[in-house]
C-alpha cells in the first residue's frame, strides 16, 4: 500500500483516465512510465487511422520528439488537447501559434541536452578537420601500406564562429576556449555580458572565421540562413559544422560549396530531408556525417524522457509546468 492507500501498481485514477497520443517513436523508458500513468496511444494516427478518429475527441496530451511536426489539422482533430509535450530543445516541428489559438501549452527539455550537443559539436569539428573519419576507412581498407594520408587542417587555435548564442553555445565556446580558440558569434542581439565577438550577420561573421559552427533554432526565421553567399564569405580554407536543424542550411548550396571547393569540408548532424542524406555527400572526404546524434547518450536521452515526462505529469496533476516553451511562459 502506498501512501494513499491504493495498491501499489494501481494508477491515479484521475492520470490513468488520462489519454495521450505519441506522435513519435519514443523510446521505452518514456513510453513505459507513460503507459503506467496515462493512456497512451502509440502513434494510432499514422498506424490505424479508424481507430484513431474514436479515441482523438478524448486525446489531452501529445507525447512528441524534437523533430516531430504538429500543427493545425492535427489539433484540430482533438478537441480537448491541452499539452504538447516535446522531448527534445528544438520545437520547430510544433505550429505554436496554432495551439496557442486553441489553449494548448507546449513544453521541451532544454538545459539537460547542453553538454551532449556541445561535444558533439567539438568531435565533428575536429573530427573533419583532422580527417578521422577518412583515416578510419583508409586503415580498414588496408591502405596504411600505400603511405601516409594527406596532411590535415589544425583545430587548436583557429577562429570559431558560432551562429546562435544560446545555452549551448555558449556550452561551445567553454569548451573551445580550452582549444585555444578565437570565439566570435552572431544572434538575433549581442549578448554583451559574454567575452565574445559579436557580429551583425552570419556572413560578416563567416569572413571572419575558420570553423562557423551551427546552433541557432530551426523554424521560419533561419530557414536557409546559411546560403552560397555565407559559405562563399568563408571561404575555400572553412568548414561548416551543423548541429541545429537542416533547415538552417541551404542544402542544395552546401553541397556544391563543397564540389567546387568554395569551402573546406563539413562536419553534419542534421540534414533538410532526414534520415535522407543527399548522396552526393557519401563519398566525399570532407565532410564528416553523423544521423542526428547531437542528444543521443544514454544519460542525456533519460534525462530528456524524464523531463518531457515530468511536464505531462504536471499538467494532470494541475503543478506549475517545469519547461514550458518560451512562447508558452
Ligand atoms: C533529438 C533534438 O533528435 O533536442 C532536439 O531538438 O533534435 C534531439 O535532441 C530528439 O528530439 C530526441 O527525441
Known amino acids: 500500500m502506498n501512501r494513499t492507500g491504493a495498491p501499489p501498481d494501481e494508477r491515479s ?51 512528441a520528439s524534437g523533430e516531430s511536426k504538429v500543427g493545425a489539422a492535427l ?45 558533439l559539436a567539438i568531435a565533428l569539428m575536429l573530427g573533419v578537420a583532422r580527417g578521422i573519419g577518412a583515416s578510419d576507412r583508409y586503415v580498414r581498407a588496408g591502405r596504411w601500406p600505400e603511405g601516409p594520408r594527406p596532411l590535415a587542417r589544425k583545430v587548436s587555435g583557429a577562429r570559431l ?62 530557414r536557409k540562413l546559411i546560403d552560397a553567399s555565407v559559405l562563399a564569405a568563408l571561404g575555400p580554407k572553412g568548414y561548416v559544422i551543423n548541429v541545429a536543424r537542416g533547415s538552417v542550411i541551404d542544402e542544395a548550396a552546401l553541397v556544391a560549396a563543397l564540389q567546387n571547393g568554395t569551402i573546406a569540408g563539413a562536419g553534419l548532424d542534421v540534414f533538410e530531408n532526414e534520415p ?10 570532407r565532410v564528416l ?26 499538467y494532470f496533476a494541475g503543478r506549475p509546468l517545469p519547461t514550458p516553451v518560451p512562447e508558452c511562459r
Open 13 to 63: 485514477p484521475t492520470l490513468s483516465a488520462t489519454e495521450i497520443l505519441s506522435v513519435a517513436k519514443l523510446p521505452p523508458f518514456l513510453l513505459d512510465p507513460l503507459r503506467a500513468a496515462f493512456t497512451v496511444h502509440e502513434r494510432l494516427h499514422e498506424t490505424d487511422p479508424a481507430a484513431f478518429a474514436a479515441v482523438a475527441p478524448r486525446i489531452q496530451g501529445i507525447a
Open 75 to 119: 489539433f484540430d482533430r482533438m478537441p480537448q488537447l491541452r499539452i504538447v509535450s516535446v522531448m527534445g530543445v528544438g520545437y520547430d516541428g510544433i505550429d505554436v501559434a496554432a495551439a496557442k489559438e486553441r489553449g494548448i501549452v507546449v513544453t521541451h527539455t532544454p538545459g539537460v541536452l547542453n553538454d551532449d550537443v556541445a561535444d
Open 161 to 222: 564562429g558560432l551562429v546562435g548564442m544560446g545555452r549551448i553555445g555558449q556550452a561551445i565556446a567553454l569548451r573551445a576556449a580550452a582549444f585555444g580558440m578565437t570565439i566570435a558569434y552572431t544572434a538575433r542581439s549581442a549578448k554583451p555580458d559574454l567575452p565574445y565577438r559579436y557580429f551583425e550577420s552570419p556572413r560578416a561573421l563567416a569572413a571572419e572565421t575558420d570553423f562557423l559552427v551551427v546552433i541557432t533554432p530551426g523554424g521560419a526565421g533561419t
Open 276 to 285: 535522407h542524406v543527399p548522396q552526393a555527400l557519401w563519398t566525399m572526404d
Open 289 to 314: 556525417l553523423t544521423p542526428h546524434i547531437g542528444s543521443a547518450t544514454a544519460e542525456t536521452r533519460h534525462a530528456m524522457a524524464d523531463l518531457a515526462r515530468a511536464n505531462l505529469e504536471a
